[in-house]
T-cell receptor, first 113, second 113 residues
């Protein structure tokens, strides 16, 4: 197990297009998080899954955003009708119930042109 | 409302000397704190954490101090090495519930050889 894996690493899309990102957490980690980081800011919480259940969503997650974690394994984050303001680094993290620290993937950098 | 603040955007330290990075928080409900290191184009890497029942935690060259009355924590790196040059984020969470993190805006540490 090499850690949290995110694909793609980079995505350039035209405004108005839909994009989907994938996150493969560390195996047996039941907690999965999505964060967004913009330039000069720290990561901001977007949403949280415990197993397959999405238990919390940030106000940052507008109705154009949807996240899933089928079968409690990998997760996808979809952004519909992308806007330039969606340009950011999207980070996925996972943890288990034993340790509080979360492990992050390398992120997907989205650029909306 | 920035619940976790890192007021120094950057810090330069000579190799071999001590680096001290500071973090303040406003939410008294936070009871678990973490430091992450981030290199460009990579996800954050966990460094060290501390529970609110402690006031100090050490791991090799890294020590985190927590002053609950002042709502302040600091990360000490001794001795500093050029490979420590990165952006450091402090994060806070409430250790019951989702464990979502609230991050500061980061401090860029540069260790000069």
């Amino acid at each position: 197990d090499t850690g949290v894996s995110q694909n793609p690493r980079h995505k350039i899309t035209k405004r108005g297009q839909n994009v989907t990102f994938r996150c493969d957490p560390i195996s047996e980690h039941n907690r999965l998080y999505w964060y967004r980081q913009t330039l000069g800011q720290g990561p901001e919480f977007l949403t949280y899954f415990q197993n397959e259940a999405q238990l919390e969503k940030s106000r940052l997650l507008s109705d154009r955003f949807s996240a899933e974690r089928p079968k409690g394994s990998f997760s996808t984050l979809e952004i519909q009708r992308t806007e330039q303001g969606d340009s950011a680094m999207y980070l996925c993290a996972s943890s288990n119930e034993v340790n509080t620290e979360a492990f992050f993937g390398q992120g997907t950098r989205l650029t909306v042109v | 409302d920035q619940q976790v603040k890192q007021n120094s955007p950057s810090l330069s330290v000579q190799e071999g000397r001590i680096s001290i990075l500071n973090c303040d928080y406003t939410n008294s409900m936070f009871d678990y704190f973490l430091w992450y290191k981030k290199y460009p184009a990579e996800g954050p890497t966990f460094l060290i954490s501390i529970s609110s029942i402690k006031d100090k935690n050490e791991d090799g060259r890294f020590t985190v101090f927590l002053n609950k009355s002042a709502k302040h924590l600091s990360l000490h790196i001794v001795p500093s090495q050029p490979g420590d040059s990165a952006v450091y984020f402090c994060a806070a969470t409430i250790a019951l519930g989702t464990y979502k993190y609230i991050f500061g805006t980061g401090t860029r540490l540069k260790v000069l050889a």
